[in-house]
């Protein structure tokens, strides 16, 4: 699939004599007025405050800037937009901008669909030396970047202090020794200290980082030695423990009817979680009387290193409109564009900021502060696949027919292949 449709793009390209294909910039296409195609998922799951902010705030801003630039703004589900863009990229039918799950970068720019931003737009250095470098990260493929973050989040440690109290525990877990410590005293009160849903890249690699751990080399080329590594396998090795002593439920190798961790935590059957900053809405509007409490990822041997999510703002090389994607590229980076989506809970993906998106929301600030060193899941075509095989791996030796060192070993073994074929 890879293949024919990167081939299909640069057939494309080659009979259609797009300037735009490659990334280079195409001359003069901003002296006359314009109308650029920006295809978004503000809208999934009837999030009216975004689409508002996006269509009464931003781009009335923009357009007030570039009166020879209009958006036209096309929603669509989160759940269709990927298919819509392979479909779209074999069809030579893609729009000029698109916002892009940040997983997707990689597959679509080693694909031919994203055009390469460094090197070709003009103030490209400076506006990602602004962003959070682990939200920088996920642009970066082969060597170059084929976009700019656009909104982010991160994983913290959100905790039920009326659970934790009812064990005599005075404050959620800070580190890796404290997270074990109060296990023990929870469980008489029949209270899990941790649950999660899974054991993707997303589940697994706050722990492993945060015990100075990695899933792969810097260069994204080898996870063999790494992954499967004596510090990566210890942070494995401690949620195992703590699984096999039932203070971590079987939601987390895939139980579907176990409890869930957003109504488990506010029941006070599960007394810590990792989770992002759209559960406070969720559980103002569910669970009313319930005070989460934020704090930042326990502390290992590696510090306290959370994972970022989010999207990315990406030009598609088919655009004959460059100079003008790169308007508003630049503009999605300013506080105008930033601080007004903030307020629909999409945090800024520039550090200088987070102290203003503090002051009007304060139950962000862990957020913030977890955001300055979380980092990016492997920014790599194969993606998916990665999390296809932790899962997979991993699950055998929580359920304990396989030792973590094992079922590490044979994860970083089909990994590799994910990597270097793809470099």
Known sequence: MRKTLGAVVLAACASLAISGCGGSTSSGNSSGPVTLTFWGTYGNGGNKSETDALNKVIIPAFEKQHPNIKINYVDVPYSSLEQKLETGAAGG????????????????????????????????????????????????????????????????????????????????????????????????????????????????????????????????????????????????????????????????????GATSTQDGLPKGTYANILDGPWMHDIWTAQYASFNPVYSPMPSGPGGSISVVGGEDIVMTATSKNTAADEEFIAFSQSPTFQLAMAKTGEMSVVSSLGSQEVAATPYLAPFVKQLATARSRPAVPDASQIDTVLSDDLTPAFQGSETVQDALNKAAGQIDPLLTATH
């Open 93 to 256: 039918e893609l729009p000029d901008l698109i916002r892009s799950d940040i997983t997707w970068v990689p597959k679509f720019a080693s694909l031919g669909v994203f055009a390469q931003l460094d090197g070709t737009m003009p103030n490209f250095d400076a506006l990602a030396k602004a962003d959070y470098p682990g939200t920088l990260a996920a642009d970066k493929w082969n060597g170059h970047y084929y976009g700019l973050p656009l909104d982010t989040n991160t994983r913290v440690l959100i905790s039920n202090q009326t659970a934790l109290t009812s064990a005599g525990v005075t404050a959620p877990p800070s580190t890796f020794e404290a997270l074990q410590s109060d296990a023990s005293a929870l469980a008489a009160k029949k209270i899990s200290v941790f649950a999660d849903s899974n054991l993707q890249a997303w589940d697994v690699l706050p722990w492993i980082w945060s015990g100075g751990g990695d899933i792969t080399n810097p260069q994204l080329t080898k996870a063999t030695g790494y992954l499967n590594g004596p510090k990566s396998v210890a942070a494995i090795q401690l949620l195992v423990n703590l699984y096999k002593q039932g203070a971590i439920p079987n939601l987390i190798i895939g139980n579907q």
